[in-house]
Nanobody, 125 residues
Framework: QVNLVESGGGSVEVGGSLRLSCRAPGIDIDNYCMAWFRQVPGEEREGVASIATDSRPVVADSMKGRFIVSTDSAKNSLYLQMNNLKPEDTAMYYC???????????????????WGQGTQVTVSS
């Protein structure tokens, strides 16, 4: 059974940083396309970043230069380092995984088979 567990969310002020983590017991993340999405109530889930062993890390344009996606194979975990946070980054952040076939991009949520429960990030001005 695939179980993705996010942590690290919280409330920060504008310009602050957070590091989200996603543990993935039940799968070997090196065999999956791993991604972060975020969602604001009433809006569609938005791709944030993606990473796989055979694809370079990709961060969405609006977050490029501020967010860094990475994995730790030894810990079987996915991370999202978020710096210089802005109020518009406020959202529920989700970890997701799908089979590694094809280039790994977080461009369409229905492509992903497995999801965590989400961790809330709130940025206040």
């Amino acid at each position: 059974q695939v179980n993705l567990v996010e942590s690290g969310g919280g409330s920060v002020e504008v310009g602050g940083s957070l590091r989200l983590s996603c543990r993935a017991p039940g799968i070997d993340i090196d065999n999956y396309c791993m991604a972060w999405f975020r969602q604001v109530p009433g809006e569609e889930r938005e791709g944030v970043a993606s990473i796989a062993t055979d694809s370079r890390p990709v961060v969405a344009d609006s977050m490029k230069g501020r967010f860094i996606v990475s994995t730790d194979s030894a810990k079987n975990s996915l991370y999202l380092q978020m710096n210089n946070l802005k109020p518009e980054d406020t959202a529920m952040y989700y970890c997701a995984a799908r089979d590694r076939g094809g280039y790994c991009l977080a461009n369409w949520a229905p492509d992903f088979d497995y999801w965590g429960q989400g961790t809330q990030v709130t940025v206040s001005s």
